[in-house]
């Protein structure tokens, strides 16, 4: 299990993040695996997953100046992934953003370092893109440039909108819309890798496989 990818996997299984059985998506598909980064709830957990984000995000050779964690899950994410960056020796600042405006003390609804340079934003998956869409504008409104996405899985799977299924899945409309690369700790493919690897989890394969068939894209 030398593979980062594939120990992020393993590490997402065994902390309860990744499980397996018959769950809905927010498009009403009925997936065989869910994937609730908010899980990721203890300091030891929290640790370990921002560590991928920051190994993942060096490794991608992206050049950046500072993180953005849409809210409410990005910024726990973002302010991890910081510290992470900070243990490997790059010391990156980070801002997030309120759901509501504060209308007292400095007011607005951007909170941390000032929106500057070549913002990468964090999050846990891509579904509908809204958050994205969200933290592309508000990067842009500040005179800073959304340079990429850094998520944990792309689930790989054909994107939709009013009951018309795109070719393209969530993560490769953003990119296309955007024109900025969103990269993943773990996808789709690397999941059922780790399937065929694992005789205890193997009976799990084929509901998953049939999944991606069903609504995957290449």
């Known amino acids: ?11 997402s299984v065994s902390a309860g993040v990744l499980k397996f059985g018959e769950f809905t998506t927010k498009a009403g598909r009925q997936s065989p695996y869910f994937f609730n980064a908010g899980l990721f709830h203890d300091g030891a957990t929290l640790a370990k997953v921002a560590d991928f ?23 726990t994410l973002a302010s991890a992934t910081a510290m992470a960056l900070a243990g490997k020796g790059r010391n990156t600042s980070f801002a997030y953003n309120r759901k509501e405006a504060k209308d007292h003390g400095e007011g607005g609804t951007l909170v941390g370092a000032k929106l500057t340079g070549k913002v990468v934003i964090i999050d846990d998956v891509i579904s509908a893109g809204t958050s994205v869409r969200e933290s592309v504008e508000m990067i842009r409104n500040a005179g800073a440039e959304p340079c990429a ?47 065929s690897a694992d005789p205890a989890l193997a009976q799990h394969k084929d509901a998953v496989a049939a999944y991606r068939d069903r609504y995957g894209v290449s």
């Open 53 to 75: 984000y920051a190994q993942t995000l060096l490794d991608s050779g992206v050049e950046f100046d500072m993180l953005f964690g849409p809210a409410y899950k990005g910024i």
């Open 1 to 11: 299990m030398n593979n980062l990818r594939q120990q992020f996997i393993a590490f």
């Open 149 to 195: 996405v850094l998520i944990a899985l792309d689930r790989m799977e054909r994107g939709g909108k009013d009951g018309v299924v795109s070719e393209l899945s969530a993560v490769q409309e953003v990119s296309k819309n955007y024109g900025i690369p969103v990269i993943s700790i773990g996808s789709l493919a690397d999941l059922l890798g780790y399937l």
